[in-house]
């Protein structure tokens, strides 16, 4: 049985960093591209960041650049997401998900996708 699993969520204050991971389990992604993906209360589920298979490639919203790094470690099967700078407008349920070939903002063309980990940050 294929898995992500999220991790390293919670409660911080505005300016403090967290740093989510994503576990894979039951195959390797390890020539597929991954992805974050989040989810603020009431609005529609937003494209994060994304990693390409050999890490070449790293596309980031506009929103997160220059405080937010993706990246993995193919032999722990596992993506992170540094977040640095937290903003309130950050806290969402953050997904991780993977897919086939490059990487994409779009959440249509993921195949998994993990259960999510809550980010909370207060002002």
């Known amino acids: 049985q294929v898995q992500l699993v999220e991790s390293g969520g919670g409660l911080v204050q505005a300016g403090a960093s967290l740093r989510l991971s994503c576990a894979a389990s039951g195959r390797t992604f390890s020539r597929d591209a991954m992805g974050w993906f989040r989810q603020a209360r009431g609005k529609e589920r937003e494209f994060v960041a994304a990693i390409s298979w050999n890490g070449e490639t790293a596309p980031y919203a506009d929103s997160v650049k220059g405080r937010f790094t993706i990246s993995r470690l193919h032999a722990a099967n596992t993506m992170y997401l540094q977040m640095n700078s937290l903003k309130p407008e950050d806290t969402a349920v953050y997904y991780c998900?993977?897919?086939?070939?490059?990487?994409?903002?779009?959440?249509?063309?993921?195949?998994?996708w993990g259960q999510g980990t809550q980010v909370t940050v207060s002002s």
């Open positions: 998900a993977a897919k086939n070939g490059g990487t994409s903002d779009y959440e249509g063309q993921y195949d998994y």
